[in-house]
């Protein structure tokens, strides 16, 4: 499955933000079910972006990634459509900093039930 991101993100904005969003565009592509099928998501990141944050991310996949947990990135992909290097490493680094974030999110969790 290929999703492109760009449909989800106002054309006035270079920026995916906000936790309601991100859960917004996971209930619209029923990611829930997804993550329990052997299908392999890769988003598309538009060339105009220019940041992910953490909470978009959690939005969108901390769902996912609880479910995953260590078969996450064998299951969802990310391709960055930018030609600059620089913005490509950015976008990376909000990818590994959303995941992060999902981690220690997990963490927090677990420790709160001790």
């Known amino acids: 499955m290929i999703v492109n991101l760009g ?6 904005t270079t920026v995916f933000t906000g936790r309601p969003q991100g859960k917004q565009v996971r209930d619209e592509l029923g990611l829930d079910k997804i993550d329990k099928s052997k299908e392999i998501v890769t988003f598309i990141i538009p060339e105009d972006t220019s940041s992910i944050n953490p909470s978009f991310f ?3 996949l901390f769902e996912s990634y609880k ?3 260590d078969k996450f990135l064998e299951k969802y992909k990310f391709e960055y459509l930018t030609s600059n290097p620089e913005t490509k490493r950015v976008l990376e680094k909000n990818i590994e900093d959303g995941l992060r974030n999902a981690n220690n999110s997990l963490n ?7």
């Not at 449909?7 to 006035?12: G, Q, R, T, V």
């Not at 927090?108 to 001790?114: K, P, Q, S, Y």
């Open 7 to 12: 449909k989800y993100k106002s054309h006035s």
């Open 58 to 60: 959690l939005g969108l």
């Open 67 to 69: 479910f995953l947990k």
């Open 108 to 114: 927090i969790n677990f420790n709160n039930l001790l």
